[in-house]
């Protein structure tokens, strides 16, 4: 469990100053909570509210429950939540990456899900949607040192089929585009 | 020109807030009135202002400056009156609903407190403690082609997120509560599960950070909390 607090907000100096850093998180007080004086008039606030209401997810809705089971799928059950990750973690975690942050990807994709829903059928465009969507963070991920994590993992991998040995050389990672759901097929010889 | 107002407070309040600008961006200048025994403050405003964040911003920067020196009784952003005349008019007609509410929020604050728990660690759990979705998500994993198992996973596992959600909201609330003078439970937005509102005596707030940090500290069970205050007591007036 982790305590954030609010930025340099208030909790942090007392100075009362300017408190925009926890705006975000003050905003719906701001707007919906506070004197109301019926004899006032109300300017429409809808242009900034929307910015909430968008971030609202619909929790009981097929597209959530989909994105659930995928992020279900989508763990290593048989690693703990801090055990070294598989090489199918790794894909796993990069999948669930990038700028969302891997805590919050069910729930972010809900939007997400909606979009693809509308758009068109899921389960034949989903592979070509899966490697659209996620080379990027894919990429991002190298360049800040996970091949190191990758290639150990690929070489446990290794040993456990068929105790092949480590390579000599870590490989320059070729990124094969594949959905994280299958089981890894091996393309070196 | 309308008017756009901030806040009530009682005569006594020092009101500074001279230098400060009001909402719609142009810098007009924040103005205190006199209405009965109360102040209001308000700045001009455009009759169609067509309010964005940063006015939301302006107004809150009023009300973090009138909190230092008192607590004023917050307006809901947004509100607007024809002119002077008529914001005294109607604060001084309501003045005895201002003055309770005035004494109510006396030397208090809000502490605004949100939880969220990280999804994969809540995923683990579920997973963890119900054999039904083990098993779901294993014949999935499997390569089973029904379409309706990924639903069936889903919709359990989206009622065993709320099931949980709750409770850990429930605990949340029955360990901070008690160090509140009173509280409010909002409706949480987005992805957390827990949105309270504390009231607090303002130079009092150190148990509730101490019991969050203690909160904060425990478990492992992926729950983060924020908190936010001492701010003006938006959830506590009428």
Known sequence: ?189 | MAVHVYAVTLRDHPCRVEDLTGVGGDGTPVRVLAAGGLKAVVSDCAEDLRPKRRDVAAHQAVLERLMADGTPLPVRFGYTAAGDDSVREVVTAQADVHLAALARVRDCAEYNVKAWREQDLLLREILDESPRARRLNREILAGASDPRLPLELGQLVAAEVQFRHTRASGELIQALVPLARAHVVHPPVGEDFLNLSLLVPRDDGGPLLAEHARLARDGGAGVHTRVAGPLPPYSFVP
């Open chain 1, 1 to 189: 469990m982790t305590m954030v607090p609010q930025g340099a907000g208030p909790v942090a100096g007392r100075s009362g100053g300017g408190n925009t850093s926890s705006l975000y998180d003050v905003l719906e007080l701001i707007l919906d909570r506070g004197l109301v004086i019926d004899a006032f008039v109300r300017v429409s606030v809808v242009g900034i509210e929307l910015l909430k209401i968008d971030a609202r997810i619909v929790v009981a809705s097929v597209d959530t429950y989909l994105r659930f089971a995928e992020a279900c799928n989508r763990l290593d059950l048989e690693a703990g939540p801090n055990a070294p990750a598989t090489l199918p973690d790794v894909v796993g975690k990069t999948l669930e990456g990038g700028s969302k942050g891997k805590a919050k990807g069910a729930l972010s994709g809900a939007l997400e899900a909606v979009t693809q829903s509308l758009t068109g059928g899921r389960d034949e465009d989903e592979e070509e949607a899966d490697e659209d969507e996620y080379e990027e963070p894919a990429e991002e991920d190298e360049a800040e040192g996970d091949e190191a994590e990758e290639d150990e993992a690929e070489a446990e991998a290794e040993e456990a089929e068929d105790d092949e040995g480590p390579e000599p050389e870590p490989e320059p990672a070729p990124r094969r585009r594949r959905s994280s759901r299958r089981p890894v097929q091996r393309e070196r010889g």
